[in-house]
């Protein structure tokens, strides 16, 4: 079990990353921004899929929900804009 969390925090970071330097981007498209800033809005909220106090549940859905969309925006944006250098 660990394991696979230490996968998905190297996943998610690599992403998050990789999203970060594409809103950076001079040409990222604004549904672009958009996108990013409801994702933290999700996380910022106090409103989710399912509830915190709900044991393990209420995290475990953050934890597969925000490295979903991120992967999920990151696969629309133009390549020109993920390259780097």
Known sequence: M???LT???TVMRGDARQ???ALRHPAAPR???V?????VLY???PIDLIPDFVPFL???DDVVLVPLAIRWLLKR???EILRRG
């Open 2 to 4: 660990f394991k696979r």
């Open 58 to 60: 209420g995290w475990m």
């Open 19 to 21: 999203l970060w330097f």
């Open 43 to 45: 996380v910022l909220s």
């Open 77 to 79: 944006v133009p390549p």
């Open 35 to 39: 996108g990013a800033a409801m994702i």
């Open 7 to 9: 996968l998905l925090w």
């Open 31 to 33: 549904w672009l921004k």
